[in-house]
């Protein structure tokens, strides 16, 4: 019956939409064809009447075969649609009347459209979202409405003429609407995870259709052009029909593909940088455009807004991440415990000598131990899912179900002796059976717990036992100290035990370390003066602990934190050695992780101040551009603005360079390096973080100071001491931070302060703050990790941890002197490096760039890009064939393969990329030279693919000289 209900109604939709349908491409044609203005707005109106009526009853019919929890969403947009129709119901009216006032009754009703969709939306996005959800995607929608409407303002307020305000803001309203609309319902895929389908958009491409539309009516009639059978009326109406026809299709799904999740929150973190972009693409039209000045008011304030609202969305980002960080660490720490809770109750019952099983009410097993698989002769596979009657004859399986039974009625375990016999081995003998009733948490019957143990021939099995004990005895001492993998070796380091862990991470069976000496273990990585300390250690009777690079079977090598302590006889002499080792691979891929974000968050910390100097830059440059322009007879006056651009440009592209580099997350790389240059970079990034108030001073000494040390890490360090200043400076008069670099002999005291220290001579770097210092009884923790007196949310406890491992994986040390109230100072100290710097080559090139008429394909698709490097290389007396991307660069390279000299190419383009064009270019000529262009590292755009014969990375930006020095040299 309700088959046949659907089928009725799916019919009727049908037919409303091409009744629909039909009455548009009548009205569509008969505008085309009508010569008399009368029946030219017939016909109009009967296009854009019959498509909305069509839309609202297609509407309220999905609506009414909805669901019960669709049919909040779908209200709201069955009522917009009708708000439509009767909107061009009452136009069609005031035609037939000759009404021409404006804004006029019918207006009213359009605008309910984008209106009733957007709250209809916002039911939707109730539906699927938590709270915190729901405020996250209302606000996403929110930040692209105000860009949105930014922009819009920007391209109609430039139209006003003599428009009064009131008709004014109806016709931005009526595009406005429609588009914030498609915009709420794209910002609902990322938020929600939605699975995008062809109805979804279908509905985002009907509303984006219908506000453009709006768009260009609103530009008609604010030009004063005649709109009546215009050749774009029907797009309203085939816009409209594409709302209906997706609504026949609306269906809501959740895609829970990781993949896509993870997309769908990259798109949600790239969102604040569009819309900035969006509400800045609306400041520049509207100050290069030389609009009103209430346009360039407007268009400011609305870029101003977006950028509060995509600070406060990133910033509940942040938080929300927090938050994240935490359910995972709470995550882990549950998982691992319900692991460890497994494998001992696994262990347990594995290893234990009595026969152990497990039955359901019915007498099915679910479960048994490897003894229990000897009884009845098959493994725990075969026996789970069968009963007694399987395996024993009827009248041993009905005494079984009877004493199973009895415990079941008594719910109480229950004690019977049973005589037993062997599948394997064939033993026969007599068991103490337990049998024990077992419920769930709410007390329904899981089954009949069984355990059974040997009580015939007692003195044999004790026997036996005794005789195992002593076997056991050495074992036990290893498996109490044991945290992973243990190895019991005798004094001559001969492997006479091992237990699965070992087998698991070393990849050595038990027969084939048997017997085996320890250094087979050995990778030949580690310092021979580590493994002299370790036999000393233990052959003196005492425990050795440290960390060690070993070797698996395989040839791999992994780090593991070793302890061996020695086990004594009766004399207390060492008779054996005990190993206990555990795998630390994955401790110290977190522990790379865990300095990467940190490093991150110091990034996110630096953007906030590096912000700052790049609008000023960004500023200089405009107000730069501004003079020139206005001063184009003065050629000298261009000269020199558009030098200091260019010094501008270069400085920011600098800024860009050190964050990359400082970003950029690769292994330490450890090398000589000037202190005095590396504590002046990383003195410009730390001071943009710093608030302006704060005099931020740094004094280099006059002695060149080489260090042994990972730049990056050294930057990240100094910006962690320079943050946790800045913090510590907070609500103080008249706030400072000094850094001081000098050469620094450590004395006698210094020396047994800190033994490990070799070199006297070193590089010390000191920070001072006159903030409110730290407590004595906090400065023995400072540096533990996680250990932090901020607030919740204002620091994790991480920063000057990673500063101590930092300094002391530099073989350097890190101390610290603090009063409350008198200020912090922090001093570091790094052995000096006894090489030399390896200083970049000077470019050798002739400053001759100049070519002689060859020919260059050039190939880039930033179209004002390759115009002006085009212009630039005809100026250098090249010949230019440009291209837009690969595939148009390889078709002309083919028609003129005979001209062409020389490729330059831009790496990342559509269709096809620079590394593919250069791949495909090599097959039909592996000499000819080739440059290739990017605004990213080497590594990580080409992937190692670029290592062609004859071809080069040029880095963005680049100097048009050094352009030309590159074909020049390639060129011969």
Not at 321 to 347: C, P
Not at 601 to 626: K, R, W
Request: with cysteine; aromatic share 8%.
């Amino acid at each position: 019956m309700q088959g046949a209900v659907a089928l009725s109604k799916f019919r009727m939709i049908n037919a409303v939409m091409l009744a629909g349908i039909i009455g548009t491409l009548t009205g569509a044609i008969g505008i085309r064809l009508a010569q008399d203005t009368s029946w030219i707005r017939i016909f109009d109106n009967l296009h854009w009447t019959t498509s909305t009526s069509t839309a609202a009853i297609v509407a309220w019919l999905v609506f009414r075969s909805a669901s019960v929890a669709d049919r909040k969403g779908l209200f709201w947009i069955a009522l917009g649609l009708t708000g439509y129709a009767v909107g061009q119901i009452l136009w069609d009216v005031q035609v037939a009347l000759a009404y021409t006032g404006f804004p006029a009754p019918s207006d009213l009703f359009y605008l309910w459209l984008g209106l009733c969709v957007i709250i209809g939306l916002l039911k939707e996005i109730s539906r699927y979202t938590t709270p915190s959800q729901r405020k996250m995607a209302w606000l996403d929608a929110t930040i692209l409405t105000v860009a949105l409407l930014t922009l819009v303002l920007a391209l109609y307020l430039p139209k006003r003429g003599d428009t009064s305000w009131l008709p004014m803001l109806v016709l931005i309203a009526y595009p406005t609407t429609l588009l914030a609309a498609a915009i709420t319902a794209l910002s609902m895929i990322p938020s929600l995870r939605l699975r995008v389908n062809g109805s979804l958009l279908l509905f985002v491409g009907g509303l984006i259709a219908t506000g453009l539309s709006w768009m260009h009516w609103n530009f008609l009639a604010l030009d004063g052009v005649t709109i009546d059978g215009s050749w774009f009326n029907p797009s309203f109406s085939v816009a409209v029909l594409l709302i209906a026809f997706a609504l026949t299709g609306w269906k809501i799904e959740i895609n829970t593909d990781r993949e896509w999740d993870l997309r769908c929150e990259a798109a949600l973190r790239m969102l604040p940088m569009m819309t900035v972009v969006v509400a800045a693409a609306a400041v520049v039209l509207s100050h290069t455009l030389d609009l009103p000045h209430i346009v360039q008011v407007i268009a400011d304030m609305g870029a101003v807004i977006v950028l509060v609202l995509a600070m406060f969305r990133q910033g509940a980002l942040m938080k929300e991440r927090e938050q994240l960080y935490a359910l995972q660490a709470e995550f882990i720490v549950s998982q691992n415990k319900l692991v460890l809770e497994r494998g001992q109750l696994k262990t347990l019952v594995s290893t234990i000598p009595d026969l152990v099983w497990l039955k359901d009410a019915n007498g099915v097993y679910l479960s048994c131990n490897p003894m229990f698989e000897k009884l009845y002769g098959h493994p725990e596979a075969e026996i789970v899912g069968k009963t007694d009657y399987d395996f024993v004859s009827s009248e041993l399986a009905d005494f079984f179900r009877h004493n199973d039974l009895a415990a079941i009625e008594a719910k109480v375990s229950r004690i019977n002796e049973e005589e037993l016999s062997f599948a394997v081995g064939g033993y026969s003998g007599l068991f103490e059976t337990i049998k024990t009733p077992m419920y769930d948490e709410n007390d329904n019957l899981i089954g009949v717990l069984g355990i059974a143990r040997g009580i015939s021939e007692r003195k044999r099995a004790e026997e036996e036992i005794a005789s195992q004990q002593k076997e056991l005895s050495k074992l036990s001492q290893a498996l109490e100290q044991a945290g992973e993998a243990v190895m019991i070796a005798s004094p001559e380091a001969i492997i006479e035990y091992v237990n699965p862990a070992f087998t698991e991470i070393t990849g050595y069976s038990y027969a084939e370390a048997i017997g085996q000496n320890t250094s087979m273990l050995k990778s030949g990585a580690q310092d021979p003066a580590t493994y002299r300390e370790l036999w000393q250690t233990i052959a003196a009777g005492k425990r050795w602990q440290g960390t060690l690079i070993d070797r698996r079977k395989d040839g791999s090598f992994f780090p593991s934190m070793i302890s061996i302590a020695p086990v004594f006889n009766e004399d207390k002499k060492p008779t054996h050695y005990v190993s206990i080792m555990k795998d630390i691979t994955e401790l110290k891929r977190m522990e790379h992780q865990l300095l990467q974000a940190q490093k991150m968050e110091a990034v996110g910390t630096l953007v906030g101040g590096i912000a700052h100097d790049f609008n000023n830059m960004l500023a200089a440059i405009q107000g730069n551009l501004y003079i020139a322009m206005k001063n184009l007879d003065d050629k000298q006056l261009i000269t020199n603005k558009l030098k200091l651009i260019d010094e501008i440009s270069g400085d920011a592209a600098e800024v860009v360079r050190q964050m990359l580099a400082f970003a950029k997350k690769d292994i330490v790389e450890v090398k000589t390096i000037n202190l005095n240059n590396l504590l002046g970079e990383g003195f410009r990034l730390a001071r943009s973080t710093t608030p302006e108030n704060i005099n931020h001073q740094l004094h280099l000494c006059d002695d060149i100071l080489n260090v042994d040390a990972d730049a990056t890490q050294l930057k990240q360090v100094i910006i962690n001491l320079s943050n946790n200043a800045r913090d510590a400076l907070e609500g103080v008069p008249k706030p400072s931070i000094e850094w001081h670099l000098k050469l620094y002999k450590a004395d006698e005291t210094f020396m047994n302060r800190h033994p490990e220290i070799v070199d006297r001579q070193m590089a010390m770097i000191s920070l001072k703050d006159n903030g409110c210092g730290i407590k004595s009884q906090h400065l023995d923790v400072i540096f533990d990790p996680f250990f932090t007196t901020k607030e919740t949310g204002k620091g994790t406890g991480l920063g000057l941890a990673m500063v101590f491992g930092s300094i002391q994986r530099l073989g350097g040390v890190l101390e610290v002197k603090s009063e409350p109230g008198e200020g912090t100072t922090f001093f570091i100290y790094i052995p000096l490096s006894k090489s030399t710097p390896v200083l970049p080559q000077a470019d050798a090139e002739s400053a001759l760039i100049g070519g002689d008429q060859q020919v260059v394909l050039l190939v880039d698709d930033d179209e004002n890009l390759r115009m002006t490097t085009a212009e630039v290389l005809e100026g250098f007396d090249y010949k230019v064939i440009e291209a837009g991307d690969g595939e148009e660069a390889l078709a002309k390279y083919l028609a003129h393969q005979s001209e062409i000299a020389i490729i330059f190419s831009d790496v990342v383009m559509p269709k096809m990329g620079g590394i593919e064009l250069a791949e495909e270019i090599r097959k039909l000529d592996a000499e000819i030279p080739i440059i290739l262009a990017t605004g990213y590292d080497k590594e990580r755009v080409t992937s190692g693919k670029a290592d062609f014969v004859n071809c080069k990375i040029l880095t963005k930006p680049f100097s048009f000289e050094r352009l030309g020095q590159f074909l020049r040299h390639m060129l011969g």
